[in-house]
């Protein structure tokens, strides 16, 4: 469609785009809506937050894991945009959902060394999964990289990863978290 509308000459700005990306996204059209975001580069427009909100949204709502982990690198690498904290918890909700653990835990870690700024929120939903998965060291993995950022997890989200540990024989690492969230607490 960018390409028609160049062969006749217009030339569509990032809202036309982003107008076009949402009447396809609310039309389940995710594909052609991907398409169009990936064509506004060549077509003279540069996708903003919005562009890649609007199909991520929409691909978290379909629990299309695999894109959205595509669409989420290729905005902070290629781009060099930073998701706002609603689109992170909205792609880590949509993993928990399609117990996705892994893939939440390797996206938390890549917007970290991106330098993306992730909420208490996302944090949180992510040991919940490991948790419910029984992936318990993991969470304690999880639950370091938090308290690295100063975010303690809430009280029963403290014992159950503690209680986990305790019962997976990681007692040692149950114990190293147990001093951290006391010293954090001071």
Do not use: W
Not at 17 to 44: F, P, Q, T, W
Not at 93 to 114: C, G, N, P, Q, Y
Request: with cysteine; hydrophobic share 45%; net charge positive.
């Amino acid at each position: 469609m960018l390409l028609q509308m160049h062969s006749i000459g217009y030339i569509p700005d990032t809202g036309v785009c982003n107008y076009l990306i949402s009447s396809l996204c609310k039309v389940d059209e995710y594909d052609e809506a991907i398409h169009v975001l990936r064509s506004m580069k060549g077509a003279g427009c540069v996708p903003d937050l919005d562009s890649f909100g609007l199909v991520i949204g929409l691909l978290c709502q379909l629990r299309k894991t695999r894109k959205i982990e595509e669409l989420m690198k290729e905005m902070v690498v290629k781009f060099r945009l930073s998701p706002r904290k609603e689109i992170v918890v909205k792609v880590l909700k949509s993993m928990r959902a399609s117990k996705d653990v892994h893939k939440a835990v390797e996206m938390v870690v890549f917007l970290e060394e991106m330098d993306v700024q992730i909420g208490f929120e996302s944090y949180e939903l992510v040991v919940e999964a490991c948790l419910e998965s029984g992936l318990f060291v993991l969470a304690g993995k999880v639950v370091v990289r938090m308290t690295n950022r100063g975010f303690i997890p809430y009280v029963k989200v403290r014992q159950k990863v503690f209680d986990g540990l305790v019962a997976v024989g990681e007692i040692e690492f149950a114990y190293v978290l147990k001093k951290k969230f006391a010293e954090l607490n001071a």
